[in-house]
């Protein structure tokens, strides 16, 4: 990993129903003392959290996220990268 988390991911699961139950079930949910936000994004079966811990690395969220939400196939926390000028 390079960079630091963006504060936002974008969760996939295993089906649309199980993404809106989880939409359902967690929206206001406090995680590290924080009420993140959960939306639905355009692809039905993923949700947009955001508002998440800068901290955060790849693989601690995605360990997090798995804990909380049943039916998880991937986890893609946003990271901000070293950017070079000029490139």
Same mark, same amino acid.
């Given at each position: 990993?390079?960079?630091?988390?963006?504060?936002?991911?974008? /969760? %996939?699961?295993?089906?649309?129903?199980?993404?809106?139950?989880? !939409?359902?079930?967690? =929206?206001?949910?406090? !995680?590290?003392?924080?009420?993140?936000?959960? %939306?639905? =994004?355009?692809? @039905?079966?993923?949700?947009? #959290?955001?508002? #998440?811990?800068?901290?955060?690395?790849?693989? $601690?969220? $995605? =360990?997090? /996220? %798995?804990?909380?939400?049943?039916?998880?196939? =991937? /986890?893609?926390?946003?990271? !901000?990268?070293? /950017? @070079? !000028?000029? @490139?």
């Amino acid at each position: 990993q390079i960079g630091n988390a963006k504060g936002f991911c974008f /969760v %996939r699961f295993a089906t649309k129903y199980a993404a809106d139950k989880a !939409l359902k079930e967690k =929206s206001g949910y406090v !995680l590290d003392g924080k009420k993140i936000g959960i %939306r639905p =994004s355009v692809e @039905q079966d993923t949700l947009f #959290l955001g508002n #998440l811990n800068k901290g955060w690395g790849a693989e $601690e969220f $995605e =360990s997090i /996220v %798995r804990q909380v939400f049943p039916d998880v196939t =991937s /986890v893609d926390l946003a990271i !901000l990268g070293d /950017v @070079q !000028l000029g @490139q």
